[in-house]
């Protein structure tokens, strides 16, 4: 790797001189916006993450407040949602509208872009020891790709006939039939251009991610010396690769389904009494395909903040990761189980019910690989020295999420309970929980730990702790109800209602949820304030400020572009050597090589001195 | 920590990191896994051609007495039996072998550049670039025919219960059988001669930059090499188009 001459910053400390004086004589443009560096690629991921997070939540404000008072009027939103406000009622498409994109922007712009966007890019050159990703440019591309995605998703929101309506799985026919409902118009001819983008930047961002974990690792760094987010990451990068392209089948045959009059999932259908003339296809095909992503993508999603928050457990309990390879295994075993439980989204589509238990069986299955974290999780807690930092409690909220979360899906995935089950509050609440919420926290969890290093300065701690137990309150608050509504058999996606008697009860656990979910966004902002104050103003960072033991904390407090002022570090040992008895200090950096640490050395270790 | 590393030497072995361990440049890596990606998305439009014809009828009755209905899948071997200059001769499947048998040599050809790359023979690359570009453009053209003959259709049609006849193909309708074959015919013979012409436009480039001497300033032709990789992949993908829409 020293052939890699890239020119660095001399003086660490002078963050801003060194802009003034840096080799390559960069522009502004080619400096933060179309830039090559990794780590400025990961904050434009992580803001335009939080852009859309934000955006995401409004949305789901907006139809909560339909949902807690169906009888109230909205006439003070009419300002922001103009035409959507009919007689200060929320015009019944736009609600459907409104979830569609809640969904679409969580889960894809924001859980997987903006979650393994960032600290893919972030953290997989910094803790291999890379200099950067193995090909910068196509990382720039990937981000732009994204970008553009991105600016046609929101452009959408703002089209006279509103964006895309037909649920973010946008099934057909619904999704396929202009005439169907004003959001199959234009607003979801955007919906599919925009994710066939959103894949073609992800494949273009997965590709280098695998590449760069195999090809540039520094001298010692074994697949089993590397820290858990990099295996993460790794496979959430090939989850990403084999997943998405199917997606992108099923958009394209979509896009012609609804633009140049194939046939390929519609049948049969009438319109206002009219026959069409596409016969021959299947609306279920098109959910095979889609789930055949859409379930991998769920794990996509919560595998990133997996690794994260095993590393920052570990490092703030003090201890190693309690089994290492036992992690990696489950890991592994989640990522090729994922591409075979796809139809246990599809129980009730009148699939055979043999085929159903084959589904039921595999899906069951991944509570075993989920389980092995989650116990490795808390015994890596267990009688550790923890340290309660924000990120590490954000870590800990992740596990109890993952739990709470992860015990409805062994309910759900029984075919004979999903028929209940199926569409309801219920379905909502597990999945909010265990990939919703939960990536979520694992999202903020490596926000407040890796801060420093891609700001330099620390987030506030306080505000932190006050964010954490707002934003776990909240998500219980919120979604323990909606559990209960679910079983009950409230249907998800419906506007009203008020129409059925038998829901009538639960008016007031609507409005609680409801006020439970202003109370949980409101509480973001005191994050962002934290956020964007802590840039500027935030106490400054050492180089370890967590005493962490992997390598991208032997960096600079700021790295300049390639990393490392000399050469890249070598590795001699795995990366959770915490509090090892014998040792001088509770962490031993992976640079640190065993001839170095022979108080501390195991038997098995005295070979390697 | 600067000190430690020159103390002793980090483990070396295959996956011990600082090597690239499947003796492949990131760039080749690249290029492999866009293809296994790229794999997936065929794999599933190959899955809905599978599925969508398994939903509808075979044709049943004697091969001889075969006529163009919607009401069944038609047998390949009907469809494609046309060749340019022979108009109204029955010949099945000749002009796709053909085709089939141009995109192959066009592989055999594009072997011989990455070949003359790894020579350094810069004379030998531009020749068997020239060779592919040149196969690659005849495929297309060919398949160009081939989708024209399928737009325009047979001097017999398709007899409709009404009394007319129907030639041709379009999106919702086609003389050969369920709109769907049209459909399935059009998107992935579509999709896949889409991929043949990215790749003949970069194998365009390639030779450009080869004429200009970029590659062998360079050192080496290891673009010449994934672009060869990218163009045997779609020549792959062809053989099970090929086997499935004419084959089986």
């Keep these: 790797m020293s052939s890699t001459d890239i020119s660095m910053t001399r003086d660490v400390h002078h963050v801003h001189e060194e802009h003034d004086e840096h080799h390559h004589d960069q522009n502004f443009f080619e400096k933060y916006i179309f830039s090559l560096d990794h780590k400025v690629i990961a904050k434009q991921y992580l803001f335009m993450g939080i852009f859309w997070a934000f955006v995401g939540g409004f949305l789901s404000i907006l139809f909560r407040l339909q949902l807690g008072w169906p009888e109230a009027t909205f006439t003070f939103l009419e300002p922001i949602l103009g035409g959507w406000i009919e007689n200060g009622k929320l015009n019944p498409e736009f609600y459907l509208a409104l979830v569609t994109m809640h969904g679409t922007i969580m889960v894809f712009f924001v859980l997987t872009a903006g979650l393994s966007g960032t600290f893919s890019n972030f953290l997989i050159p910094l803790q291999i020891g890379a200099r950067d990703m193995a090909s910068g440019f196509m990382n720039m591309l990937s981000f732009w790709v994204f970008f553009i995605a991105s600016v046609i998703m929101f452009w959408s929101l703002f089209i006279e ?449 | 920590m600067s000190t430690s590393t020159t103390l002793e030497a980090p483990k070396s072995g295959t996956w011990d990191g600082g090597n690239e361990p499947m003796k492949a440049s990131y760039g080749k890596l690249m290029m492999w896994f866009f293809l296994l990606s790229d794999a997936f998305t065929f794999g599933a439009f190959l899955i809905v051609y599978g599925l969508t014809r398994h939903a509808h009828t075979p044709y049943t009755g004697e091969a001889e007495a075969f006529t163009f209905s919607t009401e069944w899948w038609p047998i390949p071997e009907k469809v494609f039996n046309a060749f340019p200059g022979f108009h109204g001769v029955d010949l099945p499947l000749a002009f796709v072998a053909l085709m089939t048998m141009i995109l192959i040599f066009s592989s055999v050809t594009m072997v011989l550049a990455v070949e003359a790359g790894h020579r350094m023979d810069k004379k030998d690359v531009e020749k068997w670039l020239l060779w592919t570009i040149l196969f690659g453009a005849t495929f297309l053209a060919c398949q160009a025919w081939e989708w024209t003959h399928f737009i325009v259709g047979t001097d017999e049609g398709m007899l409709l219960p009404d009394g007319t006849t129907y030639h041709g193909a379009s999106m919702a309708f086609n003389q050969y059988g369920p709109p769907l074959f049209a459909n399935l015919f059009f998107f992935i013979t579509g999709f896949h001669g889409f991929h043949v012409f990215i790749g003949w436009t970069l194998l365009i480039v390639a030779f450009i930059s080869t004429v200009n001497g970029v590659y062998h300033k360079r050192g080496h032709y290891e673009m010449v090499e994934k672009i060869g990789l990218y163009w045997h992949f779609v020549d792959l993908v062809w053989v099970f188009v090929f086997t499935f829409f004419y084959l089986i």
């Design chain 1, 161 to 609: 006939t509103g964006p895309a309506a037909g649920g973010w799985t946008v099934y057909p026919p619904l999704s396929a039939l202009p005439e169907a409902i004003q959001g199959s118009g234009d607003g979801m001819t955007m919906w599919l251009i925009s994710m066939a983008l959103f894949i073609v930047s992800q494949l273009l961002g997965g590709v280098n991610y695998i590449t760069t974990v195999i090809n540039l690792r520094t001298k010692g760094m074994s697949m089993t010396k590397i820290p858990l987010t990099i295996w993460a990451f790794l496979l959430t990068a090939v989850l990403g690769l084999l997943a998405f392209p199917v997606l992108l089948s099923a958009a394209l045959l979509l896009i012609f389904d609804r633009s140049f009059g194939t046939s390929f999932f519609l049948s049969d259908i009438y319109i206002a009494g009219q026959a069409l003339s596409n016969t021959g296809g299947s609306a279920i095909l098109f959910q095979h395909l889609f789930w055949f992503l859409g379930h991998p993508e769920v794990y996509i999603v919560i595998l990133p903040a997996m690794g994260l928050v095993s590393e920052v457990i570990a490092t703030n309990a003090r201890k190693p990761i309690f089994g290492y390879r036992a992690m990696i295994g489950s890991m592994v075993g989640i990522a090729v189980l994922s591409f075979v439980v796809w139809a246990h989204h599809m129980f009730v589509t009148g699939m055979n019910p043999f085929l159903g238990s084959v589904f039921m069986f595999l899906t069951l299955i991944i509570a075993v690989p989920s389980a092995v974290k989650v116990f490795n999780w808390i015994a890596t807690i267990w009688r550790g020295n923890v340290r309660f930092t924000a990120a590490m409690l954000f870590a800990i909220g992740f596990v109890s999420l993952f739990i709470s979360g992860g015990l409805t899906g062994i309910i759900l995935g029984n075919s004979a309970l999903d028929i209940q089950l199926h569409d309801t509050y219920f379905v909502v609440a597990h999945f909010h929980l265990v990939m919703g919420a939960a990536a979520f926290f694992g999202m903020f969890c490596g926000v407040y730990h890796w801060y420093p290093k891609m700001f330099g300065r620390m987030m506030d701690e306080k505000l932190g702790y006050i964010h954490f137990w707002l934003t776990f309150i909240a998500v219980y608050l919120v979604f323990m109800p909606m559990h209960y509504i679910g079983i009950a058999g409230f249907p998800r996606r419906y506007y009203n209602w008020t129409g059925f008697e038998t829901f009538n009860i639960f008016t007031d656990l609507n409005t609680f949820i409801s006020l439970a979910a202003i109370f949980g966004f409101v509480a973001q902002f005191i994050f962002l304030f934290n956020f964007v104050y802590s840039i500027f103003r935030g106490r400054r960072a050492t180089e370890n400020p967590w005493h962490s033991n992997t390598l991208e904390w032997t960096t600079p407090v700021l790295p300049g572009h390639g990393n490392w002022p000399g050469e890249i570090p070598a590795v001699y040992r795995w990366p959770y050597d915490y509090s090892k008895p014998g040792a001088a200090e509770d962490y031993i950096p992976q640079t640190v090589p065993f001839s170095q640490t022979q108080s501390s050395n195991l038997p098995n270790e005295k070979d390697f001195e």
